[in-house]
């Protein structure tokens, strides 16, 4: 086999990734834990044994920063490798705090691996996706999943609980700062930094306890707690590091509206503008038409399985 196949779903962190206590192994400096959303999908073909290099996005030959990061990550995982073609696809946009590394790393991963021959067990193919992206050792596994040290591990499956995140896109267009740099400037310069390493397992263990309980209002309430924790190292690096627009802030007035007419909405944002307000899929409607009038629009989206094989 040199050619396969694999799609790998994009993964929000219900408690935070930001900072690493190894860079080079790219081990985190807390521990996260996070949902697997779909329908949205990274898919990727790798192809042994090509002429030379070659990595497209969609019809396209890919930006050269994307293609040099996804060569390097198959040099990383492959000492030595074949020359290789590489051809992926989203169907959500890139860029914007919206994890598509999660699922390209991934997705990049477990075709790599198909097409070498090779069947790895899951837990290897997150240890070898976190070495793209932090992020994409979640996607590996998909549905509720926690990432503490080398690789995520499952904590339920998809259908253990219906909810739904709500992604309201308040702005367009890629990061001033990807996550990366972000986080490497909040570690090296906010006053903040020792007390979210010393928070980040506590909320790690209540969330994970939360999502095997189904408690929406206990997972919700650790969840802002990560969120703003981490918005925190990010206003006070130096200089600041400000992803918020005018928009991110009434999308966040509009979900304490709805807790206060009984519906369960908790929001996260990472690094970009757009928020992903977390409720019970049975409440997604009423959550988005509440989004509406703020957002450029809004993307409900559901929980999803790990990243595959496809044919
Ligand atoms: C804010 O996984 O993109 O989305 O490991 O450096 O590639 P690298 O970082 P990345 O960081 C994601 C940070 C975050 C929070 C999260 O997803 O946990």
Redesign the pocket.
């Known amino acids: 086999m040199s050619v396969a196949s694999a799609v790998a779903h994009p993964?929000?962190?219900v408690?935070?990734?930001?900072g690493?206590r190894d860079v080079a192994a790219?081990l985190?400096a807390v521990p996260?834990v996070?949902l697997a959303l779909g329908p949205w999908h990274t898919r990727t073909q790798v192809r042994w044994g090509a002429d030379a290099d070659a990595v497209r996005f969609g019809a396209h030959p890919a930006p050269p920063a994307f293609a040099a990061k996804a060569l390097a990550h198959l040099d990383r995982l492959f000492p030595g490798r074949p020359r290789c073609a590489v051809e992926t696809t989203n169907d959500f946009p890139t860029g914007a705090?919206l994890?598509s590394?999660?699922s390209g790393?991934a997705a990049l991963t477990v075709a790599a691996a198909a097409a070498a021959g090779l069947d790895p067990s899951p837990d290897t193919l997150s240890r070898w996706a976190?070495l793209?992206?932090?992020?994409?050792s979640?996607s590996i596994p998909g549905g509720w999943a926690a990432?503490w040290d080398e690789a995520a591990r499952p904590i339920a499956p998809p259908e253990w609980w219906p909810v739904a995140m709500v992604v309201a896109v308040v702005a367009e267009g890629e990061k001033a700062v990807?996550?990366?740099a972000?986080?490497q400037r909040s570690a090296a310069t906010s006053p903040y930094w020792p007390a979210w390493l010393s928070e980040g397992p506590a909320l790690a263990r209540e969330a994970e306890d939360a999502v095997r309980a189904r408690d929406l209002e206990r997972l919700g309430a650790a969840m802002e707690a990560s969120t703003f924790q981490?918005h925190a190292t990010m206003h006070t690096a130096r200089p600041p590091l400000i992803y918020w627009q005018p928009a991110t802030v009434a999308v966040l007035h509009a979900a304490a509206a709805l807790r206060q007419r009984g519906v369960g909405a908790w929001v996260t944002?990472?690094?970009?503008p757009q928020v992903k307000v977390l409720c019970l899929a049975d409440d997604a409607p009423t959550v988005a038409a509440a989004l509406a009038p703020i957002a450029l629009r809004t993307v409900t989206l559901l929980p999803a399985g790990g990243a595959r094989r496809v044919p």
């Open positions: 993964n929000i962190a408690v935070k990734y930001w690493k790219n985190p996260s996070s705090g994890a590394s999660a790393f976190r793209g992206s932090g992020s994409a979640r990432w990807g996550s990366t972000g986080m981490m944002m990472d690094a970009g």
